[in-house]
């Protein structure tokens, strides 16, 4: 949901304001009021074949054998990116195995009769110069030019406004701020960051800048009350960038991966980036899977992993995979219950809601115009972005919204509990009832609310995530078998997945004497 400038403070002003803190309800179903019939359901829901792996449930015999060099088991954006750094570096000798009907991961999208949009992730930050993969891909893609963004992926304006007190305010920090004191607070806050950006520790990737720090060992909401930020409006802020980024609270989020959401990107006062377009970072996927989509073989969970002298034996369905290396790009979590000796991790992962609702007018609503990103203070959500922002100047009449919660007040196996539990119906309306803070007459408005639930949709960055044993001997791995998952950084962005996919394929090929 934010957007790659994190604390800019310089950039605006700020608006006082004489009202107390909103306090977030809970995220509760309400008896539904809609005044218009609602269409709409669950999709995508592929659970059920990953709860087959947890449960280590029955398998059909083998009926083919397949000898290929190379498997990618899981097609997210690092076990994509892994194919197109294969396929760069002239290797084709491979398949990837995906065990839902669509690849793309965390990068899915959609599209219905009024716009495309996103299923989770929405932007990627502009990167910097030291981001070399990622540019790469973006001069191939056409994306940078030359060293110039194409102006029409950098985020429209506006781009992000905050609800709050009854109305919307410009930018994120403009009604956090009600005292002269929070005003100070937050610029210490801005300074703070700029300090520790300026060491060289925090960057995209993380391993860019990774080594060990005393940072890990703490929650992010310790480090603050170390430092003295005591600022209703600051500390709200942060926790919401937790929730935002990570899916856990400030709370159970390390002060190393807490501060890395504002410190590991620049804060420019130019307000371009970041890049985005109507279905989010489904864009990247597609035209990914346009170069490597050959290799691709959806509909194929694997279910075992096992080395076989040299080499390794892949089971995927009735098909035997005999191949002399696998790249892991699934979460890491799964890698226990499938490959042979692998450690189990302790990870935790944040169960996510999202939801597309197709509105067949605006509706009412005071203050600031719409944006791009727009976050309804006090809410249990993290609010919602529009898929038509960047197609027309002016918003067309019919438009989609994609909303996020982050199911972070919950220990992850509660709220994934929580999540399978409630029915499409009781969703919906928690869902309109939590928009209807900001927008009186919603469901006037919507015709159609889908609803997709991810019960391992991110890693959480806790505490003492960095020093785990387990993590850093998944990401050091020698092979055969090489992990690559965004959950080896904590950090579940499209540059750690690409990062660890493109490490894992140049492995790969120097395990096969290609390197």
């Excluded at 570096?89 to 065990?99: K, W």
């Excluded at 990627?124 to 001069?139: N, S």
């Excluded at 034996?313 to 005999?322: F, I, Q």
């Excluded at 919602?384 to 919660?405: D, G, I, L, N």
Aim: glycine residues 10%; proline residues 6%.
């Amino acid at each position: 949901m934010g957007a790659d400038h994190p604390v800019g403070i310089s950039r605006r002003a700020f608006l006082g304001a004489a009202a107390a803190t909103a306090v977030a309800a809970p995220f509760v179903a309400c008896a539904p009021r809609t005044e218009r019939p609602v269409a709409g359901g669950f999709v995508d829901d592929g659970g059920a074949r990953g709860h087959r792996l947890r449960d280590r449930a029955a398998q059909p015999p083998v009926r083919r054998t397949e000898r290929v060099p190379l498997v990618i088991v899981g097609g997210g954006m690092a076990g994509l990116s892994a194919a197109w750094r294969l396929r760069r570096r002239g290797f084709g000798d491979f398949v990837l195995l995906e065990l839902e009907d669509r690849a793309g991961g965390n990068a899915r999208g959609g599209a219905d009769q009024v716009s495309a949009y996103p299923w989770a992730a929405h932007y990627v930050p502009v990167p910097d110069a030291g981001a070399t993969r990622v540019r790469e891909l973006f001069e191939e893609l056409g994306v940078l030019r030359d060293g110039k963004w194409d102006e029409r992926t950098l985020v429209s304006s506006p781009r992000e406004r905050i609800h709050r007190w009854g109305v919307w305010h410009e930018g994120m920090e403009n009604a956090l701020v009600e005292t002269a004191a929070d005003r100070d607070e937050m610029l210490r806050f801005r300074d703070e960051m700029a300090g520790l950006r300026a060491t060289g520790q925090f960057t995209i990737p993380s391993a860019r800048g990774a080594r060990p720090s005393p940072l890990d060992a703490m929650s992010m909401t310790a480090w603050m009350d170390a430092r003295g930020f005591r600022s209703p409006g600051l500390r709200w802020y942060v926790n919401y960038a937790t929730r935002d980024d990570y899916g856990s609270r400030a709370a159970d989020t390390s002060a190393w991966a807490g501060i890395h959401y504002f410190a590991a990107r620049p804060v420019s006062d130019d307000e371009h980036g970041p890049l985005t377009w109507p279905e989010g970072n489904a864009w990247i996927a597609a035209r990914l899977l346009e170069r490597v989509g050959g290799h691709v073989r959806t509909g194929s969970p694997v279910h075992r992993v096992e080395t076989r002298g040299s080499g390794v034996r892949v089971l995927a369905g009735d098909t035997e995979y005999l191949a002399d290396a696998v790249i892991w790009a699934a979460p890491s979590f799964l890698a226990s219950y499938v490959v042979q000796g692998a450690p189990r991790v302790r990870f935790h992962y944040s169960p996510w809601l999202t939801a597309n609702l197709v509105l067949e007018r605006w509706p009412a609503e005071r203050g600031f115009e719409p944006a791009w990103d727009n976050v309804i203070h006090g809410s249990p959500g993290l609010g919602y972005v529009v898929a038509t922002h960047q197609t027309y100047a002016v918003q067309p009449e019919r438009t989609v919204w994609t909303y996020y919660h982050a199911l972070s007040d919950l220990p992850s196996a509660q709220a994934r509990q929580l999540l399978l539990r409630r029915g499409w119906g009781e969703w919906k309306d928690a869902i309109l009832a939590d928009l209807e803070r900001a927008h009186p007459d919603i469901r006037a408005c919507v015709s159609r609310v889908d609803i997709m639930r991810m019960g391992h949709a991110m890693v959480r960055p806790t505490p003492g995530f960095l020093a785990d044993p387990v993590r850093r001997a998944l990401a050091d791995a020698s092979g055969p078998v090489f992990y690559a998952h965004s959950d080896l950084s904590g950090l579940s962005l499209f540059e750690e997945a690409q990062h660890h996919g493109v490490t894992a394929a140049d492995r790969a090929l120097a395990r096969l004497g290609r390197g």
